[in-house]
């Protein structure tokens, strides 16, 4: 896939929008390109309204390639396979949590040969509940894990079930019986002081974050808006001027000046011209 030229402004919420770009999930991808889609995906349909909205108060499309039947099939086939691994992992920790506890039985009932290499029973019992320890960390990991990958799958479910609604020739037999009704609500992992995560997982929920947020910065100043003190003081005409300037049509402005300058500018000339025709028809 060949790099496209990014276009830039000096605005940067339209920046934000404009520049975003989706890949379809393809055979070459791995389990970071799965994650970023099911999580695009899955954000996609919950910001599906304010993206309309956007469009009618600008002209632009939010860039974003729909997912078909046969992506939605390689990334069901590759989540259940993702899902696959991280069951196995947390079987071999229950696997090896039962070792621990049989080998701490069997001490209890003196019948391991000596003490396994310790000095006595006790220092053997000592380090066999360490390994417990650390076993049962190792359970609680995995199954977290579990419980998350799951969830990544169930970020398809919605797509699917509108693929499944609208008979979409190609869509695997009984897929969404593959998908778990559960989703992830919130990004799993988490940036700290120390680990500036490059989880793909923390990737695309960030940047999906921030393009969120950009389009409903930029729907909130071309809406009119509600409140009677900013209506008072040239909310409407605001609003106007914001459309102006995010519009298809001010893609040349957006190269001079910022939608505050632009905004401001045209409301303070206003303002003067309001001013000098109250001026001009008034007495001296």
């Known amino acids: 896939m060949g790099r496209e030229e990014l276009n830039f402004c000096k605005d940067s919420n339209i920046d934000q929008v404009l520049n975003y770009k989706s890949i379809t999930f393809g ?125 990544l799958l169930g970020m398809l479910r919605q797509q699917a079930e509108i693929l499944s609604a609208c008979n979409v020739p190609g869509l695997m037999p009984v897929i969404l019986t593959r998908i778990p009704t559960e989703y992830l609500t919130g990004c799993p992992i988490k940036e700290t002081f120390f680990d500036k995560s490059a989880s793909p997982i923390f990737f695309a929920w960030k940047e999906l974050d921030a393009l969120e947020a950009a389009i409903q910065r930029i729907v909130f100043l071309c809406t009119k808006p509600t409140n009677k003190y900013e209506l008072n003081n040239g909310g409407e005409k605001k609003s106007h001027y914001y459309r102006e300037y995010y519009s298809i049509q001010g893609s040349e402005l957006r190269q001079r000046m910022t939608a505050i300058d632009y905004v401001s500018n045209k409301y303070q000339h206003d303002q003067s011209f309001s001013t000098k025709i109250r001026m001009m028809n008034s007495s001296i």
């Open 27 to 151: 055979e070459g991808h791995s389990d970071g390109g799965y994650a970023i889609r099911a999580i695009e995906i899955k954000r996609f349909n919950k910001i599906k309204l304010l993206c309309e909205k956007f469009k009618e108060l600008t002209g632009y499309e939010v860039p974003y390639t729909e997912c078909n039947a046969s992506e939605m099939n390689l990334l069901v086939e590759h989540g259940v396979s993702v899902i696959y691994a991280a069951n196995k992992a947390y079987k071999d920790a229950l696997a090896d949590a039962k070792s621990v506890d049989d080998d701490i039985a069997q001490a209890h009932k003196g019948k391991c040969s000596g003490f396994g290499g310790y000095e006595s029973l006790r220092a053997y019992l000592q380090d066999l509940e360490y390994r417990k320890d650390r076993v049962d960390g190792h359970i609680a990991s995995a199954n977290k894990l579990l419980t998350e990958r799951r969830e």
